[in-house]
């Protein structure tokens, strides 16, 4: 097999200057000047190449409600303290799961020295145990306590997997008010 052949040789064995890359009758020249793919200009003269872009175009719609948590009540403390041998339903440890009428969550408003019930999802929370490891505060969680906040739940944080994280808490099941009583009013006619 012969040896490869020789590289040509230049004029004045030179390299061809910058000016002539690509060549003039390349494929890159023929498509004309490169598009600018660098960041865009500023706008104003005063403003530095080098401070970084901005990372939003406009304000958030609604800020971040999340308050500052006293120690001893993180997201971890809870998740030790609700354990899967936990019972924090305030209920006697023997009750069965209840089924909770709507009448009887309205009462468990969380004041007057009551405990706090949330239904979500057909299932009633005590959440009262939890009140205090709530990222958005207490009054926040308060407004579905006593009533059905699977509503409030789903457009503040559909993404929490709050079944696993309010197991210790679960009180019973909500159920539609029994319609066997007469009231009194109705004995009237």
């Given amino acids: 097999m012969p040896p490869p052949p020789l590289p040509s040789s230049r ?24 598009p600018n793919r660098g960041p865009p200009a ?10 970084p872009p901005p990372t939003h175009s406009s304000k958030p719609a609604k800020p971040s409600r999340q308050v500052v948590l006293t120690p001893g009540h993180s997201p971890l403390d809870w998740a030790r303290i609700s354990g899967p041998n936990s019972d924090l339903r305030g209920v006697p440890a023997s009750t069965p799961y209840l089924r909770v009428t709507p009448s009887m969550l309205k009462v468990q408003t969380g004041r007057k020295g009551k405990d706090a019930w949330m239904a979500i999802n057909g299932k009633v929370y005590n959440v009262t145990p939890y009140a205090k490891f709530h990222p958005g505060g207490v009054p926040e969680l308060m407004r ?46």
């Fill in 42 to 51: 500023a706008s104003s003269s005063s403003s530095s190449g080098l401070a």
């Fill in 144 to 189: 579905g306590a006593g009533r059905d906040g699977t509503k409030l739940f789903g457009e503040i944080h559909p993404w929490v997997n709050y079944e696993t994280m309010l197991a210790a808490c679960l009180v019973g099941l909500l159920v539609d008010e029994p319609e066997g009583k007469e009231s009194e009013m109705d004995r009237m006619d």
């Fill in 11 to 34: 004029p004045n064995g030179r390299i061809p200057a910058l000016s002539q890359f690509p060549a003039p009758n390349s494929a890159q020249r023929a498509r004309g000047p490169t």
